[in-house]
Every structure is written in C-alpha cells, then in structure tokens.
C-alpha cells in the first residue's frame, strides 16, 4: 500500500519497502568551516542548513527501516582513478589530490573526505565512493539497489546542482522515482539551488518530485501507526 508526501509538481506515492534514502556527499571538504570548499571561497553555512533536517530525515528512516546509502565524492591515494581533465580544471593552486586544509583533497582516507560527524553512518549502512560527480557512475550503487528491490530514492545532500542533480538524473534515466528533499540539499550558489530545484519538477516532474522533509517524514509517520 503506497503512502503518499506532499511534493511538487505532485503528490510523490511510494512504499516503504522499496524506498532508499540516498545522503549525496556530506562530506567534510564541502561542509565545514575550514575545508576545501571554504578555502575556494565558498560560504559553507548555505550547505550546512541541510544538517539538521538531513538529521531528522536519517532518523525517520532508520526507525523505518529503510535502506540508507551515503556517498562521498573522492579518489584513490594514487590518483589512478582521477581523470586528468577533473585534475586540471579550475586552474586551482590546491585541488583534488593536493594538500588541503584537512588532509589531501578529496582522497579515500583522508579526513577531509569522511562525511560529516553529524551523519555519520550507522555499522551496515553501505557507504559509495564514487569519482565523478553522479553516484551511479563507475559504482555498485545500482546493484546494491536493485539487489535490495528499490525502486524509488528520497535524495538528500550536496550540492543541488551539481552531484544531487546529476545522481538524479542517472537515477531517472534507470527507472527510479526521485524525492528531492528541498531543505535537506544545499548549493554555494542561491540561484542554482533554486533553478537545480526547479529543473528537477518542471515539465511534470521531469527528473523527480520535490518535497520538504516534514512531509515526507509524516507521511513516513503513517506507515508507523498502520
Ligand atoms: N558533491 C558535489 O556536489 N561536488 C562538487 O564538486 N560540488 C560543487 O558544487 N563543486
């Protein structure tokens, strides 16, 4: 029986035991203060607003028992998997694989790297590590997935337009029904959260729906007191 959360550009209709939370990249080099993404310049405090409704989102899937995956963005310590045109763009004088703030920059292993402590993932909870900016690119993530019967995603994450965005539309062009939580992504850029946004339910929710985590955790709520 399928529950229903308030979203645009309708209704968003699924059921509890084929919907996955996917938390994109809630990585320290993006979020905190003093990481790779503060020291391009970038104000960090417009990303860490999806904190505390991410948390809440997480907790409610949890306790529903949900399936949880979290991916970070990064690469291995030899760089072998980093290609380089993602090396050289941005003409940056530290970027990915260099030194930064909190270790190399976007390498596996590094501090930097970790998701936040403030979501952390819980022992089972299947972490992605992926080298382009989609989830689904050059990872198991479908597999895992499709092994667990999924066939819808509430997205959570950063940032909106760019690894949020294009995870989900990987994800719609392999048959998934998308949730975009609007509180719970964040972009560096006001405008591009909103046209991100945008972009994902216009057309009749071409690549998705969007929602706001109360809607979605009440309608999560009902499948508690059926
Ligand atoms: N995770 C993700 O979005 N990676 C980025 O590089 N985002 C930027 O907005 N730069």
Known sequence: MALVAKAEPYEFAFDARTTALVIID????FVDPGGFG???GNDVSLLRKAIPPTRRVLAACRQ???PIIHTREGHRPDLSDLPPAKKTR???KAGIGDKGPMGRILVRGEYGHDIIDELKPAPGEPVIDKP????F???DLDAILKSRGVRQLVVCGVTTEVCVNTTVREANDRGYDCLVL???VGSYFPEFQQAGLAMIKAQGGIFGW?????DFIAALGRKERR
């Not at 969007?210 to 109360?214: C, I, P």
């Open 26 to 29: 809630m990585q320290r080099d």
């Open 90 to 92: 941005g003409r940056l």
């Open 210 to 214: 969007v929602g706001r985590s109360k």
């Open 132 to 135: 382009g900016k989609g989830a």
């Open 64 to 66: 529903a028992r949900l």
């Open 137 to 139: 690119y050059a990872t």
């Open 38 to 40: 503060e020291a391009l």
């Open 182 to 184: 609007e509180d719970c």
